[in-house]
T-cell receptor, first 114, second 114 residues
Framework: DGGITQSPKYLFRKEGQNVTLSCEQN?????MYWYRQDPGQGLRLIYY???????QKGDIAEGYSVSREKKESFPLTVTSAQKNPTAFYLC?????????????FGDGTRLSIL | DAKTTQPTSMDCAEGRAANLPCNHS???????VYWYRQIHSQGPQYIIH???NNETNEMASLIITEDRKSSTLILPHATLRDTAVYYC???????????????FGGGTRLMVKP
């Protein structure tokens, strides 16, 4: 079945440690996105990529980094510079960046600080 | 993007139709209505979207009023697995390279009861 796979489902980070969240899609979508969701709140855009080898900062990119070396993969690194990383991280993709096509989401990674 | 207003919560009996309303009185002509739902601890799931015509897919129907100021999502035969928070989002078609963020409001918490 086509879809978006995020791993791991749960992740714990020690102080000063960088961690990488995986996002893979087999939908052949050009655009991919990373969001952060805090308890009782909506989504905030971290980074997005319109096409392979391209990415732009969203509203809250500080303390995060991404890469888009393959169409199907868009990993997110939460660096030690991100002082409040505890959140639910969601990866999404859409057929194209432009237009009205919907974004489809993975099941998320819940990151906590040890 | 236009603001949306949804009831905070609704109940529905299992097997009956669930009708979830959404007001978007400031919607612009180029803005689409999207519906997503989120089950606890999972990623948002796309349900349906439309511009002005009514839409139907395997999950639900979307009824948009003629003046486009409100819409209703219909789940024709609700099951216990439809218990979730349902989000109505209004967003314009993306035509430039600006951030393609989805903005989720409070949503409607639908409880399907046996």
């Amino acid at each position: 079945d086509g879809g978006i796979t995020q791993s791991p489902k749960y992740l714990f980070r020690k102080e000063g440690q960088n961690v990488t969240l995986s996002c893979e899609q087999n939908l052949n979508h050009d655009a991919m996105y990373w969001y952060r969701q805090d308890p009782g709140q909506g989504l905030r855009l971290i980074y997005y990529s319109q096409i392979v080898n391209d990415f732009q900062k969203g509203d809250i990119a500080e303390g995060y980094s991404v890469s888009r070396e393959k169409k199907e993969s868009f990993p997110l690194t939460v660096t030690s510079a991100q002082k409040n990383p505890t959140a639910f991280y969601l990866c999404a993709s859409s057929i194209r960046f432009r237009g009205n096509q919907p974004q489809h989401f993975g099941d998320g990674t819940r990151l906590s600080i040890l | 993007d236009a603001k949306t207003t949804q009831p905070t919560s609704m109940d529905c009996a299992e097997g009956r139709a669930a009708n979830l309303p959404c007001n978007h009185s400031t919607i612009s002509g180029n803005e689409y209505v999207y519906w997503y739902r989120q089950i606890h601890s999972q990623g948002p799931q796309y349900i349906i979207h439309g511009l002005k015509n009514n839409e139907t897919n395997e999950m639900a129907s979307l009824i948009i009023t003629e003046d486009r100021k409100s819409s209703t999502l219909i789940l024709p035969h609700a099951t216990l697995r439809d218990t979730a928070v349902y989000y109505c989002i209004v967003r314009a078609q993306i035509t430039n390279n600006a951030g393609n963020m989805l903005t989720f409001g409070g949503g409607t918490r639908l409880m399907v009861k046996p």
